[in-house]
């Protein structure tokens, strides 16, 4: 176990003195169940070093499919290397959730599995892009999570997980409806959304 981390940390030592950086983009933060997303996987380095890539990819849980897709994940362009591709969920994968809920409760306790990552507010994302890089003739593979990347006007840069979420969501508008005692009987109204994540949208009936 120690020396498969030495072994990380060698290969992050000669990214760094080669300046080679791996950045994996998806095209939005929630994927529908059943649906697809568009990812990048890019690789930065200095026209002049000695690197040379010889593949590239994306790694997703088992089920999903990861097929060569098409570029719109904005700044592809400007990476002296770039892959896209097409990642299909399966229809009845799970939704995204904290992984501290996956699990019931033990009273007040919350409870997780052996894999979960005790203590971090959230788990990994569910999809890690690589890249394989020769540098000055050694062949070392760089991995990156897929993220989802916006700008705030105020914080900048945000970067979150991809996420599954359902093809429909059901909300109410109103978070607190006080209705009175009283013989009489009363109407109040009440604010249902329904949000469609499929990329198509939803039809509605009835």
Known sequence: LLLSYKEDDFVEALARAAGVVVDALA??????????????????????????????????????????????????????????????????????????????????????????????PFAQGPLVGWVTVEIAGTAVTLEKRVDYRYADRVRGEIRRNVNVVPALTVGVDSPLLIVPLGTEPSRHPVVVTVTSHAAGGAGTEG
Request: net charge neutral; proline share 12%.
């Open 27 to 120: 095209a939005r933060e929630g994927v529908p169940q059943g649906g697809t997303v568009a990812a990048t996987v890019r690789a930065f380095y200095s026209p002049d070093a000695a690197v040379r890539v010889l593949d590239a990819g994306i790694r997703a849980p088992e089920g999903w499919t990861v097929a060569p897709g098409t570029a719109n994940v904005p700044g592809a362009e400007r990476a002296p290397f770039s892959r896209a591709f097409a990642i299909s969920v399966p229809s009845g994968v799970e939704p995204t959730q904290p992984y501290f809920l996956a699990v019931p409760r033990d009273g007040d306790r919350y409870g997780w599995n052996a894999e979960a990552p005790k203590a971090a």
